[in-house]
């Protein structure tokens, strides 16, 4: 069912421009104070001077007198190696209005040099248009572009400052923003906040055309108290929809579809409800996505929400042992050499569905996302569209901010993420046989030997679903997932109160050897296999960083630190457990081996199926396209 807060509008809407320019970011003045490493810095003669510079109180930011606002920032600086690298563009400039006398700097810092260079430096008073110089001849040469501001007779206050591209000639954009939903009224509340909160970004010609909502969980999203207000103020733009829970896969594909079938939309952005949103950050994908020639899609950068200067991840490749690799992670944004750092951009794979954008005509040409309930539909759809030649852009500056990934824990989802894997490396990745079943027995030990047993029962069921054939993304997923619920209770976990006195387990040293690596393994699988276990044990603490089954060879109970749970997670040695899963696991393992050849050429044969429009609409239970 959907509920249509949308109203006729007549095309797509075009992206913003001043004064005949193109413009390509604005620099936002009024962040939060916790925020503003990442859009200005203060200073007096060369020295840190935070209380020197801050918004004024009719708006704009306030410079002190002899004091220096400079944006060599994250989200003020003009990263002009992305834009020259992967547009047309070639002329930029930066446009300010300045009450009372400044001076106005210009530098730009390359990949090449240590320094940065002076470009311009000048006097600004009311409005001024610097262009960028165009003497680069290699993307390479160009860089970092940022300005400095210092008051010279008085205070003066920066109104705007705007980065722009003079003489372009910008394509219509109508850009969808799908968001997926489950019982998360409160977060969704606020990012619903933030996109209504920007008058630029829901102004006529922004860019921004729709906002999808697709409600998964509790009924009735648009009578919640925090969301009915933000739904007042986005009518014309806000279309929610109602349906069952198909996971943040079918979440995401029923927002996709909704796109599909909307005239006015040419670009989609997947956004999580429970990020922080930065608005800026839209309005540069539909000024990237106005100029942009090619297929490119732009992959929103994760900031860590725990630690907001921090950039956890911007990308990540897929490792030939199936191990995904972050890129640019867990970067100190405050940094100027680290921003450097970010134009020696990294080719990626994919980029996680916690901010990606891209032109809704891949579609076409490329297929639907997998229907794979969670967990890997975003790598799938990456790898698919990186083996077509379509390139993932991490633009500075574009970004969320998202719970990082060390503050969770994976339950029922080591299913999914075995069972998808698993369909990932046999479309896209090295499947010979022993590769395969070494990949996965590789993960399955490592769940046993440190007493995870419904981690391990997880794994061997993803690995027969697996082995079922596609034909396992035609079920119903309420039902799959259900499932997993029972399978917990057959191997239930306990728990300590975080303030029960727990001694540190005795760890044992890292094997620096493949002779020592095997003799502990050994020594391992016969104590786990022969020892007996009693309930007895007390558990001893573990830090999460040291679960690994050569760390703790003599505990027979662990409490594993996470340092975020409020309970600490208890798994304990069971013989009769292990010998039972490892026994299935190996009879899992044997097929998988026996079965990838096989199974790999029928994935890749009903891959258009189960990714086309018709599959998606039928899975979802809507009726075929008309």
């Not at 103020?233 to 069952?244: K, P, S």
């Not at 391992?524 to 007390?538: D, I, K, Q």
Request: glycine residues 10%; contains cysteine.
């Amino acid at each position: 069912m959907a509920l249509d807060t949308t109203e006729e509008r007549s095309g797509a809407m075009e992206a913003g421009s001043a004064g005949g320019a193109l413009r390509l970011q604005r620099v936002p003045l009024d962040r939060p104070a916790a925020l503003r490493d990442l859009y200005w810095r203060a200073g007096r003669d060369g020295r840190p001077a935070p209380e020197a510079v801050a918004p004024g109180a009719r708006g704009g930011l306030r410079v002190e007198a002899g004091a220096t606002a400079a944006f060599d920032t994250y989200f003020g600086a003009f990263f002009e190696h992305h834009w020259r690298r992967h547009t047309p563009l070639t002329a930029f400039s930066l446009s300010v209005e300045v009450e009372g006398r400044a001076r106005l700097m210009l530098w730009r810092l390359t990949t090449h040099g240590e320094e940065p260079m002076l470009l311009h430096d000048g006097t600004a008073e009311g409005r001024a248009e610097i262009a960028i110089p165009q003497d680069a001849a290699n993307f390479r040469q160009a860089g970092m572009v940022w300005f400095e501001l210092t008051a010279l007779d008085g205070p003066a206050v920066l109104h705007s400052a705007e980065w722009l591209a003079p003489g372009a000639a910008p394509r219509p954009v109508g850009l969808a923003v799908v968001i997926c939903t489950f019982n998360r009224e409160d977060d969704l509340a606020k990012v619903l906040a933030e996109v209504a909160g920007d008058p630029e970004l829901r102004a006529e010609g922004r860019g921004l055309e729709r906002v999808f909502v697709v409600n998964q969980g509790r009924p009735g999203l648009l009578g919640h108290p925090g969301i009915a207000p933000q739904a007042a103020r986005l009518e014309g733009v806000l279309r929610v929809v109602e349906q069952g829970n198909f996971g943040g896969a079918g979440g995401f594909g029923r927002g996709l579809l909704e796109a599909l079938d909307d005239p006015a939309v040419t670009h989609v952005a997947f956004i999580d409800d429970d990020v922080r949103l930065e608005p800026e950050s839209l309005l540069r994908m539909a000024s990237f996505f106005a100029v942009s020639e090619g297929q490119e899609c732009l992959g929103g950068q994760m900031l860590d929400g725990i630690r907001p200067t921090t950039l956890y991840e911007g990308g990540a490749i897929v490792r030939d042992n199936w191990a995904v690799h972050a890129l640019s992670h867990q970067l100190d944004l405050r940094s100027r050499a680290v921003l450097a750092g970010l134009l020696e951009v990294q080719a990626m794979h994919y980029n996680g569905w916690w901010c990606f954008a891209f032109p809704k005509r891949l579609v076409a040409e490329h297929g639907m996302p997998l229907p794979c309930f969670i967990r890997g539909d975003d790598l799938e759809w990456g790898l698919r569209l990186h083996d077509a030649g379509v390139p993932t852009v991490p633009l500075p500056g574009v970004s969320i901010w998202h719970e990082p990934f060390y503050m969770k824990r994976n339950g029922w989802q080591i299913y999914y993420e075995t069972r998808n894997t698993l369909i990932c490396a046999a479309l896209h990745m090295n499947f010979a046989p022993r590769h395969a079943a070494t990949q996965v027995l590789s993960q399955l030990m490592t769940y046993l030997l440190t007493y995870r047993y419904y981690a391990a029962a997880l794994v061997i069921r993803g690995v027969e679903d697996f082995l079922r054939g596609p034909a396992i993304l035609d079920e119903d997923p309420a039902a799959l997932h259900a499932s997993l619920g029972e399978l917990r209770l057959l191997h239930p976990e306990g728990s300590v109160p975080r303030e029960r006195v727990l001694w540190d387990a005795s760890l044992a040293e890292v094997p620096r050897s493949r002779r020592r690596h095997g003799t502990a393994l050994v020594k391992a699988l016969w104590r786990n296999w022969s020892a007996p276990t009693g309930p007895e044990a007390r558990p001893r603490r573990v830090p999460v960083r040291d679960l690994i089954w050569y760390r703790i060879p003599g505990s027979d109970a662990v409490a594993l630190e996470t340092y975020w749970d409020r309970e600490l997670p208890v798994f304990r040695r069971d013989r009769a457990r292990f010998r039972t899963l490892l026994r299935a696991g190996l009879r899992a393992v044997r097929a998988l081996y026996r079965a990838a050849p096989g199974l790999r050429a029928e994935w890749r044969r009903e891959r258009p199926r189960i990714t086309s429009v018709a599959h998606w609409r039928a899975y979802l239970g809507l009726p075929p396209r008309g």
